[in-house]
């Protein structure tokens, strides 16, 4: 298989390109970005010397000098519908890391990130949570991959939701996350000095996550989801734990909500599921495509459910070569395998 | 004024005696411990070298030199019920670190922390929050210090409490700590590499800052205040954010609860109400006796509170001086300046 | 006392500020600095919220309502010099942090930092570090605060240079430093991202630093002092350790050196000596004025002396406020006590 | 392949493992420790389950289901020495991670490590740095994978060494180490509050590294090495930067430095020469069994040579996945692209 990457200088890309470098089944033949005098990757990201040292050309399926397969794009929301047609016009396969094939609703999406410049392209995306919509995956030519805090609520929840076991206009979803998730732009807020020995909220009044988890949990089941999402930056390189509070319908222990969760995830080769007493760590999951999740119940009805991933691997990078993995046939966990 | 430190080996000590030893008033007399030998406090902290470095003697009111004025207890819960007595016959007053004085209903203290040897007392000790029980403080023989979930909690809902603007029953806490709330005890779960680039969940199933939190909010005036907490450890050495999500019980912006907030605290010298567009985080308060809050109002009638402390300090040792200087009539600011 | 600070908004202001705040003789009159609308200090950075609200205005001493008794100056190289004249001419005594008045062969200063604005009160400034220049400092109408690096390195050596204990053509100097050090500009070199997890050298082909350390070790009596200088980040905020390689001219161990160490630095209250197998600490000296340091003797003629600073304290501000109270005949220690 | 781990719950191990379990070639079929009740190596560190989850049996050759065809072990120094003779004694070719073999003369082993109770086999095991011993690897029944500090010393020096450049009696060695190297025992000097925001010197006045170094040096062509080291443990959880500087036996200049590096490297999968101004960093090399390293000229005659491992990877793990690579005759980055 031949892939391009679209947006090869995001923090993102770094990974993707790891993970492809060692992938059997992939070559990478076109790094496409928009730094002058096309340097190499490993200019840019001097660790991918001797893993790849490509150079970074430009963004168009002309720049490929053979045509792929598949083009990954890491361009940032509202970048990204600017280039993906041209690719699936070409007859390339497409996933697409950016918001913008996310919502089938556009009005949604409009109200969060502004004007759609592919509306004709939006129906035919397949939201790319292989737990979720396997059988879709496979036969999309565009992928849309899923936002990181997003894939964390919607893995922790589905078995629960498509279960009925949550009320689902009561969810609070706190989660904490490593400072990848701000991505490579050099702000104040990105400084050394200001995240380490720090914790914070951001977006408290709202976080443009949150209709997406809204559209993740109603794949997963759960119609007219409400979530109060508040997100965090802890002190770490990578990681998303979200720590989400839900009401039960029925009564349910911890030992019952850890069976409907096993169940749901039988046989799945990425999700782990824990105890309770046991509890998900970023750690645990950090450089995997894992999801670990857990749920307990407590007094009032409640449950707690926690779910860590990797932000930039399952909530990123090693999520899109799943998705790939499953869109071309390929054993699901080629390449990915801790 | 000369006070005894009684449990002085234990992290929550240096910070006490770091500020004692500057505080204008004040003369450590006396530091009780269990060490063999009478070690210096310095060569079990090194860094107090030159700031303090008296030997740790036993743990009886006459092991002091001379009678203190004021005996500090940093020692584990369970055990200060066993030392407090005596302090108090000999006509010493006293501030307890731990929860063995912080419950007036014994029943519920047994429930989390087991037998209590000294009831008689208990019904005396004034909880020592002093934005809501100052003049009590005052004229207390021995006061409860707060533990550092409880304090953050109760200053983050109090002034939304007090004016009814919250449900009691509907009370969301996640709490985000730092290392150091594990106390100096080497285990595995303190290591370097299990914490370091890791958030995980702990005591997920109940935690027994949850009853202490339902009685700091009673009086904060929240009736029937029930609490779903989870606590968090995140990589960093102190600090506290908790993120509280609450219903509210009519409609408020957000503006409206920074309004209810300031009025609440105005003129308190170490609660700091932010706009919620700025938000709380735990480096600003780090080393200091500050609070930092603030709300901001959700969709659904909800509201997201947050607090930050520095939980070795508004969390435990600067929290009791500031009691220490409400109890003798100090200025309540005095060695508290950041 | 008042005092005046120019480049009010940098990180070692911030520093600076705190300790000036609660300084029981300063009364802070002026903060000057460059951004538009005279922001409170405070808005600039949050923490100082309660502890310094004034307006951060202009440079010139006609900006200071009052005029002060002495000025700060928190500049970058090359711009102090720009504005420090201006004020002595006023009469206000200065303290400058850059190394814009360190060095009295003025070509040395060419070399490494540019043409100079201010050569005629070259001459007249002392190299602030009072445990060398202590009565100098005293009379002095303008004081060059010393760089981090050398601190560090000067106040390690200065007793074996003084004693003619080391070779000085043969002093390997490789010194580690929080993140700080690199200052509060917002680029990609300062990012979490790039920092955490990693450690690195830099400027390795020879460091500013290196000069101003052969003139502090000038100062502590060691002429014709050679120095290969390294110097390193570590992901933290803050703390500088030294390790130094030096070759000693006659045999001595860990005692002697130990011995010779703590007799220079007797009666000293910053200088605290450690035993060799005690070893200095960042986070020893963590927020305070403290300089730990200990020589151990090796094989082959060679001993390694390590010293640790905080590089925003006896590295920059607290050592600023021991040269004011020096300069001031207040007492060496005031508002300085950890 | 059929390997066996030994010493299977040390940090060390759960790399190992990771490494072996995606080894094209390779099958574990025993893990040997001395836990009670033979629990699932995912129990002891979560983080593989679903990677592996094989039970941890007993230390002997007779607890492999199977005849490995190689052993790994991972045990403490002085405790290899007594569960290696019994592999080699059944056929099974071993590969050490502890010092026990890595001295061919053993007065300098029991100097440092005490009395070595394998005495036969010390002079048939070969240093296992396969860019200086490769064909000896090849063959060898028992070989000895290097210490980490040593590995990045004797990679960043023996270009130099070989090439006679450098005065092998001045060498002078400043490590900095990620606290993961101080092992998996949870003692006050691991805790996360002890190590964070600190840099500390240790074992200053001797490491056994040292004499070590020195062996690998004399592997490099350095005859008659002195070496002054002094390590360091940083805040983070992996990684080695070796800092060292030489007195060079000819003038050179750091092109000159670069060009020898690189011609002794050519051709080396592992080994990355940086030009100097770029510098190695650990976290270029985290998680890999990469080398970076570079050589910048200074004044006086001298050099610093940089040099960046992952202490647990090409320190450890890793690296002893090369040499199984080497002595089985298969691909040598197997297994080890990034």
Sequence with gaps: MKVSIIGATAYTSRDLIKLLARHPQVEIVHLGGRREGHPAISEIFPELRGICDMPVTGMEPSDAPVRPDLAFFTLPHGVAHGCVPAFLAAGVRCIDFSADYRFDDLKVYEEWYGKHGDPGNVGAAVYGLPELTRSRV?????????GCYPTSVALGLAPL????????????????????????KPDRGSMYCECNEDVRAYNVSGHRHEPEMVRALELAGARGAAVTFTPHLVPMDRGILSTIVVRLTRPAGTADLFQVMSDFYAGEPFVRVLSGEEQPRTKAVAFTNYCDVAAVARQGGRAVVTAAIDNLMKGASSQAVQNMNVMFGLEETMGLRA
Excluded: T, Y
């Design 161 to 184: 939701a498509a279960d009925g076991l949550i009320e689902p206009s009561d969810i609070i979803v706190d989660s904490k996350s490593g400072v990848s998730g701000r991505g490579n």
């Design 138 to 146: 496979a036969e999309a030519d565009l992928v849309a991959n899923p």
